[in-house]
């Protein structure tokens, strides 16, 4: 049976560091047999404000609850924005409240990658943190390895985008695997 794992995440500028960790993330779930989808910062963007009294959901709005619902998994990446999630990343995972009412409900029993990229350390552990935090008050259940980057520290992507840092392509495998390998104890 295929994994489905939804990426979430970036920010208003496509190819954004923080939607490149979550893409190679989802890559590497790929090559270990997934299913993927990505919801990047520039659709999530195109979001309107979550309102919890709206019953009429536009399409965009429809299809990341969708996705979510039938996910296995997800990867959720932010960048580190004042010491918390972005306002596009908080703001989709607000529409997902949508599911309270699911038999599953949030993210109940989903392993959770966990990707920050901050223009520092403190920031970007700040962030991580805030993102745990999150997804534990949603149930779901963060790998063990959360990704950081320091952006003014590292450049972990080659001109193309893909991975040139070692330990960042090592660490991208290591939460795939925990992903596709999760298993929600009976």
Request: charged share 20%; glycine share 12%.
């Amino acid at each position: 049976m295929t994994r489905r794992i939804v990426g979430i995440g970036g920010t208003v500028r496509q190819g954004s560091s923080s939607e490149l960790l979550v893409r190679a993330v989802l890559g590497e779930c790929e090559a270990l047999g997934a299913a993927t989808a990505m919801f990047d910062g520039p659709s999530l963007a195109a979001l309107p404000m979550y309102n919890p009294e709206g019953q009429d959901r536009n399409d965009a709005e429809r299809a990341l609850v969708d996705a979510v619902r039938s996910a296995d998994g997800l990867v959720i990446g932010s960048p580190g924005y004042h010491g918390s999630v972005s306002g596009v990343v908080k703001n989709a995972i607000d529409l997902l409240e949508d599911t309270r009412s699911d038999e599953r409900c949030y993210f109940d029993g989903l392993p959770i990658g966990l990707v920050v990229s901050a223009a520092g350390w403190q920031a970007g552990g700040v962030t991580l943190a805030a993102m745990r935090g999150i997804v534990h008050a949603m149930r779901g259940w963060p790998t063990p390895l959360g990704i950081m980057i320091n952006s003014s520290a590292q450049r972990p992507f080659a001109a193309d985008g893909r991975i040139a840092d070692t330990s960042v392509a090592e660490a991208v495998a290591l939460q795939a695997r925990q992903i596709m390998t999760f298993k929600v104890a009976a």
